[in-house]
């Protein structure tokens, strides 16, 4: 009875895999649907324009120029599939060089969203990784 336990048991851990195959999955599904993510998001270059504050996700400039996309920490998670941590996962983006970090200590950026007085946090992604 025990080997039939134990063997069940093995079985069950190898099939589950590691933490880190579920950080790699959630980063890979996350930036392979980025293109996807950015036709829907709302564009925020246009300053005229008066955007709602409550939108998840903003395509805008990147600071060292080309397309980025600002997602609310809450939001991340969820485009990621929900099984890892948001800081976690913001992590390895920042390792694969697609997340811009912030200032010193942070890794969420302070963003204006035109028609809005106040500034939010989000996670700034790159369209195109370096």
Same mark, same amino acid.
């Given at each position: ?7 069940? &048991? ?111 946090? &989000? &996670? ?7």
């Amino acid at each position: 009875m025990l080997k039939c336990i134990r063997r069940v &048991y093995l079985q069950t851990v190898r099939e589950r895999g590691s933490a880190a195959d579920a950080i790699t999955g959630a980063a890979a599904k996350l930036v392979s649907e980025l293109t996807r993510i950015a036709k829907n998001a709302p564009d925020v270059t246009d300053r005229k324009k008066s955007i709602s504050s409550d939108s998840p996700v903003l395509r805008m400039q990147a600071p060292g120029g080309g397309t980025m996309l600002a997602i609310k920490p809450a939001h991340l998670t969820r485009l990621a599939g929900g099984n890892v941590s948001e800081k976690v996962l913001a992590a390895h983006l920042e390792q694969m060089g697609v997340l811009i970090p912030g200032t010193p200590g942070h890794r969420t950026r302070q963003v204006a969203v035109p028609g809005s007085r106040s500034r939010h946090r &989000y &996670y700034c992604l790159r369209l195109q990784a370096k």
